[in-house]
């Protein structure tokens, strides 16, 4: 092979080996999920609620599900995780502690604590359709009587695509969405509010 011939190769094979190695990075990377930022929906659901300020106690995976479940949820190759504490059950927290912030009903001191226990994290990017389930059971103590004990799902579908690029960051969305759903069905159980009155 001449000296030409050799340069031509190799000017043809770098924009395949450029692609190879994007590829690899993309199937590798670790996918963050979005620091918590209010709902205005979840907002206003709080704000009708009737319910009291509370103060907001340790969430954790649920007694018997895998560790797994609370670091990270692999998606086409890549691994979903939560920015706080790595820990999807402190993501849910800081969602709640969020949400309940904006609607003025978060209160450090106040005698009434929510606590959660994470039951179920999923993500499924595959090339038809795609889904997400996210659940956790709620623990309401007043003055060190448990007033509400409660699991709570939230789960999502939707047209998922063959193209990772547009696949992967949707079933991201979709998945960290789940947390304002979840947080919502709590603000809207009868119970809650029930066990919870101002």
């Not at 001449?2 to 692609?19: F, N």
């Not at 690029?165 to 809650?192: C, F, R, S, W």
Request: glycine share 10%.
């Amino acid at each position: 092979m001449t000296a030409r011939a050799l340069m031509v190769l190799r000017r043809r094979s770098l924009p395949a080996l450029a692609g190879m190695a994007l590829v690899w990075l993309a199937g590798c990377a670790q996918l963050p999920l979005g620091e918590p930022t209010a709902s205005f929906g979840n907002i206003g659901k709080a704000g009708m609620s009737g319910t009291a300020p509370v103060s907001v106690g340790p969430f954790r995976p649920s007694p018997g599900v895998s560790p797994a479940l609370d670091k990270g949820l692999s998606v086409r190759s890549n691994t979903v995780v939560s920015p706080i504490d790595a820990s999807f059950a402190q993501y849910l927290r800081q969602t709640l502690v969020t949400d309940l912030q904006a609607a003025g009903l978060y209160d450090p001191a106040s005698p009434t604590r929510v606590s959660g226990f994470l039951t179920d994290s999923t993500l499924d990017v595959p090339l038809d359709t795609g889904h997400a389930s996210l659940g956790a059971r709620f623990v309401v103590v007043r003055l060190g009587k448990t007033v509400y004990d409660k699991e709570l799902k939230a789960s999502a579908s939707w047209p998922s695509s063959f193209v990772g690029m547009e696949a992967i960051p949707t079933g991201v969305n979709q998945y960290a969405a789940l947390y304002h759903m979840l947080v919502g069905k709590l603000l809207d159980d009868p119970d809650y509010r029930t066990a919870n009155p101002k």
